[in-house]
């Protein structure tokens, strides 16, 4: 069993752990400004096919080899890019479903407050990136040769192991 976390943001990421022991990080894949979903199948199927041997598990007819966990996306009032915030988050949760992967949605107040409890986290980004730098995870820069690390990134990360304390593997 594999947790999937996903901050489905324009710099969004998306990260895999088993069982909390194997933890690989990616930003989400994009296609000028649309998740690429051809993309993030095959990044599922990669992953999934190396860390939970997914064809197996498919063809010995387990239900449920992987949980999503993907952050409910915000759509804000006056902001411009809604129906594309609301275009890329439907088509990660089609993937996901397409592939039929369990979807828990989950609240940034929710995974927030149990990974940062008693921190202000609703607009400070640094919080979860000094944690993942904290932890050693690794993160990528948002642009190639970028001095900021990847917020999404981190984002997926902290989400993936809020994913892993409620699901009780």
């Not at 752990?17 to 649309?34: A, Q, T, Y």
């Not at 607009?123 to 999404?152: F, N, S």
């Amino acid at each position: 069993m594999i947790i999937i976390g996903i901050d489905p943001g324009m710099t969004g990421g998306i990260t895999f752990m088993s069982e909390g022991k194997n933890c690989k990080s990616f930003p989400l894949p994009v296609e000028g400004k649309r998740v690429d979903v051809g993309k993030l199948q095959e990044l599922i199927y990669e992953v999934g096919f190396h860390e939970v041997n997914f064809w197996n598990r498919v063809a010995d007819g387990e239900a449920e080899w992987a949980i999503a966990y993907v952050e409910v996306q915000q759509i804000r009032s006056g902001n411009r890019g809604n129906l594309l915030i609301g275009e890329n988050y439907g088509r990660i949760l089609a993937v996901l479903e397409l592939m039929e992967i369990t979807i828990r949605l989950t609240r940034s107040g929710d995974w927030k407050a149990e990974m940062f409890p008693g921190q202000k986290t609703n607009k400070d980004k640094d919080v979860a990136v000094q944690y993942c730098l904290d932890a050693g995870y690794e993160l990528p820069t948002l642009r190639p040769k970028g001095k900021k690390l990847h917020d999404g990134v981190a984002d997926s990360i902290c989400i993936a192991l809020y994913g892993l304390n409620d699901a009780e593997l």
